[in-house]
């Protein structure tokens, strides 16, 4: 009698545990305050990749540039010490530091890190407020507003959140910066557009995007591979390669972004993520 299907998978799970299970047991421990993480879900993504392309899929696994909420907090910190030296002898009760977004998505988490910050330290004092507040404060009373984001891809969204917001800035006639916790590359001219400065405490060059030619990580065989297993996933074209063509491997606590390679967040009947692309 021929073993059944689910027999032969949970079979060859088991084998697959067994060879990479220092792997697994890294990377679960690596991405554990990331909602629903686990070994087991470490170990079903892993399945999903043939057995001849499991050293590939590990090598992504040890090179994903993951932040857990203690990265967050300190790169949130360094950022605000960033941006204040850079506003010297600018009043501080004139700086104001706004989350981009609304309640609810990535930037409820930077807003939570920032009102803490607000109460210890260096960064005691700093003002912290979601738009709609800020749009009811004075002009006289705002110096130099600081938008404040995780991660900036391509820069669209940014400049997207600019054409919104624009016409509540400009009455305000202040400075605007965009402060970043990990800026791509790309992201830097579109910012600049319209804002005054940006700043990132990590910015990622061409050598991120691991599909590209200036990548030294994978080699082109790897690549080319998996570009393959992205298309496999379901993904819309656009995201093929990470939205914009960006080519990451990064996640963070509160999700992963679109702009890292579907296979690590793209959720489908054919796909299991690694990653949630929203998380708590």
């Not at 047991?25 to 999903?48: I, N, Y």
């Not at 700043?199 to 080319?224: C, G, M, P, T, Y």
């Not at 992205?230 to 963070?252: H, M, N, P, Q, V």
Request: net charge positive; aromatic share 8%; proline share 2%.
């Amino acid at each position: 009698m021929q073993p059944s299907l689910w027999v032969l998978v949970m079979l060859r799970l088991t084998a697959i545990e067994a060879q990479y299970s220092r792997e697994i047991e890294e990377s679960a421990d690596r991405f554990g305050d990331h909602e629903d993480m686990s070994a087991g879900r470490v170990l079903k993504w892993l399945g999903q990749f043939s057995d001849a392309h499991l050293p590939l899929a590990t090598k992504v696994l040890i090179n994903t540039k993951y932040y857990n909420a203690s990265n967050i907090r300190a790169m949130t910190r360094e950022l605000v010490i960033s941006v204040l030296q850079n506003l010297r002898g600018v009043d501080r009760k004139q700086i104001f530091f706004v989350p981009v977004g609304v309640l609810g998505s990535s930037s409820t988490i930077i807003a939570r890190v920032l009102r803490e910050l607000s109460r210890t330290g260096a960064t005691s004092g700093i003002k912290v407020v979601w738009m709609t507040d800020l749009e009811k404060v004075e002009p006289d009373k705002v110096s130099t507003i600081v938008f404040v984001d995780d991660f900036s891809g391509t820069g669209d969204q940014l400049s997207e959140w600019w054409v919104n917001v624009e016409q509540m800035i400009r009455p305000k006639k202040a400075n605007v910066i965009v402060a970043l916790l990990v800026m791509n590359s790309r992201a830097r001219a579109r910012i600049e557009e319209f804002a005054n400065l940006a700043i990132s405490i990590e910015e990622l060059d061409d050598r991120a995007n691991v599909l590209s030619a200036q990548n030294r990580v994978f080699s082109r065989a790897e690549k080319k591979m998996l570009l393959e297993y992205c298309l496999k996933t379901g993904c819309a074209d656009e995201y093929a390669r990470g939205r914009g063509s960006c080519g990451l491997i990064l996640a963070f606590r509160h999700g992963c972004p679109n702009n890292s390679l579907p296979i690590l967040w793209h959720s489908s009947r054919r796909w299991h993520a690694l990653f949630l692309r929203h998380a708590l």
